[in-house]
């Protein structure tokens, strides 16, 4: 699905974000570098406060008051992110980008429904519909138009009755039901790059397949860039080409899913995986990873996994790894493979 030497969709480089605490700055992401290509869908991955969400809202220039980009570069569809004006990110997000958040429920409008809301849309973008009306229609029929796309994009993500649900409130649909008119909303601008923020997690485990399958089936359909970040490498396997590994606001590793897989190189990667939970045969088997992230106002020097690192040695207390090429599509930052592949 990739198509290898096409621009990037996204391209990050040595980001580093830091977030004002206590009255002081501390670094939340070190040199984060990522990117996703046309078709392609990119895990990002870690546990909870390794910078994924922060990596996100950078990408779409929605980082939080206390926060500010002190270097690297973030360029979506070649244009970049950093130093524009509010009312250019806004026109740059508005082609390029949608993102997709945990809780349906605070980015629908209880008092309007749903499909009034979505036909918001081609209110502020009247050019949504210019393709198909040739800019002539005019009033009702301009409505009625914008109606039957309202309805069509909920029959892509599979809701039944969709010109039903359409008049319906937010509060009459289930969790799983709302999450989809989220990402029937978020596709109707046919985004170059989504950015879905653990969208699953609230979900209960049968509706969050339900939903994965869904994700899989648009990138087939209509060729949906991904950004997924989650927790769960199960979901990764699921639904990633690439992957990168965060822990502790830096990349770890760098990967496509198969490799990551068999092979995983980081420490903390393995361990990640190593946590998944397996069904062998009739037992379930977790192996959490030991220990905690460390504090963004309080990290250990040197690697910031080697406090829990079961392969830690001489230099891991004292040096940042480089990420070092391993392969075209793999690399790791750890002092076991500084020399290249081990
Ligand atoms: N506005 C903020 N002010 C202070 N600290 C913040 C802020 N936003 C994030 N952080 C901290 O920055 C670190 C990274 O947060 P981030 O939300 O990116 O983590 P995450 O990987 O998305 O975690 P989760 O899986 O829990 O969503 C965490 O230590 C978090 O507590
Ligand atoms: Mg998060």
């Not at 004002?20 to 991955?45: D, F, H, M, T, Y």
């Not at 740059?92 to 945990?102: S, V």
Request: charge should be neutral.
């Amino acid at each position: 699905m990739t198509r290898l030497g096409e621009t990037a969709v996204l391209e990050v480089e040595d980001l580093c974000v830091e977030l004002s605490i206590g009255g002081r700055w501390v670094r939340a992401l070190n040199n984060v570098s990522l990117s996703v290509r046309p078709g392609e869908a990119l895990g990002l991955v870690g546990e909870s406060g390794s910078g994924k969400s922060l990596t996100a809202l950078a990408v779409a220039g929605l980082l939080p008051e206390n926060a500010r980009v002190v270097a690297g570069s973030i360029r979506l569809k070649g244009e970049a992110v950093l130093g524009r004006s509010e009312a250019e990110l806004n026109r740059l997000r508005g082609r390029a980008l949608a993102f997709i958040f945990q809780n349906p429920t605070s980015y629908l409008n209880p008092l309007l429904t749903v499909g009034v809301q979505i036909a918001e849309v081609f209110e502020v973008s009247p050019e949504l519909l210019a393709s198909e009306d040739g800019g002539r229609l005019r009033g009702g029929e301009r409505r009625k138009l914008a109606w039957r796309r309202v309805v069509e994009h909920l029959r892509l993500v599979h809701i039944p009755d969709p010109e039903r649900v359409a008049r319906q409130y937010p509060f009459e649909l289930s969790g799983g039901m709302q999450q989809r008119v989220v990402i029937a909303m978020a596709l109707i601008r046919r985004p170059s790059l989504v950015i879905a923020d653990e969208i699953t997690t609230a979900l209960d485990v049968t509706v969050q397949a339900q939903i994965l399958r869904l994700l899989a089936e648009l990138r087939a359909s209509i060729g949906m860039t991904l950004l997924l970040i989650t927790h769960d490498m199960g979901i990764v396997a699921q639904l990633a080409d690439r992957v990168a590994v965060m822990y502790s606001g830096s990349v770890v590793e760098t990967s496509d899913v198969a490799s990551l897989f068999a092979a995983a190189r980081h420490p903390y990667a393995k361990a990640l995986l190593e946590a998944v939970p397996r069904i062998d045969g009739n037992e379930t088997t977790l192996r959490a990873i030991p220990g905690a992230i460390p504090a963004i106002t309080n990290p250990p020097p040197g690697c910031r996994f080697h406090l829990r690192c079961p392969r830690v040695f001489g230099p891991c207390a004292g040096t940042v790894p480089p990420a070092v090429a391993l392969g075209e599509q793999h690399s790791v930052a750890c002092h076991l493979y500084r020399d290249g592949p081990a």
